[in-house]
Nanobody, 117 residues
Framework: QVQLVESGGGLAQAGGSLRLSCVASNFYTLSSYIWRWYRQSPGKEREWVALVTSTAGSTNYADSAKGRFTISRDTVKKTMYLQMNSLKAEDTAVYFC?????????WGQGIQVTVSS
């Protein structure tokens, strides 16, 4: 059973930074796969934030994250990161990591990020 565990969330001030990590365990594949970060604020639907591909490391970002967030991965450590800079109050949400591999989607339990203005 693939398990994803997020870490690095917490409280930050507006304009500050946080770095999220997501580690995959019991995950073995020789094929390419995709890591994604999503977030969900109270009363809102879960929204996609950013993605990175395992092989080429190609990235893509939601407009809300462009220029402020950086997604990266370490394929050896089976870990994905999200460096969040210039945080805003509207970044407050539960952040979820997602791993898409072989037609399957795996999710972490989510981690709270709170930005105070």
């Amino acid at each position: 059973q693939v398990q994803l565990v997020e870490s690095g969330g917490g409280l930050a001030q507006a304009g500050g930074s946080l770095r999220l990590s997501c580690v995959a365990s019991n995950f073995y594949t020789l094929s390419s796969y995709i890591w994604r970060w999503y977030r969900q604020s109270p009363g809102k639907e879960r929204e996609w934030v950013a993605l990175v591909t395992s092989t080429a490391g190609s990235t893509n970002y939601a407009d809300s994250a462009k220029g402020r967030f950086t997604i990266s991965r370490d394929t050896v450590k089976k870990t994905m990161y999200l460096q969040m800079n210039s945080l805003k109050a509207e970044d407050t949400a539960v952040y979820f990591c997602n791993l898409h591999s072989g037609g399957h989607d795996y999710w972490g339990q989510g981690i709270q990020v709170t930005v105070s203005s």
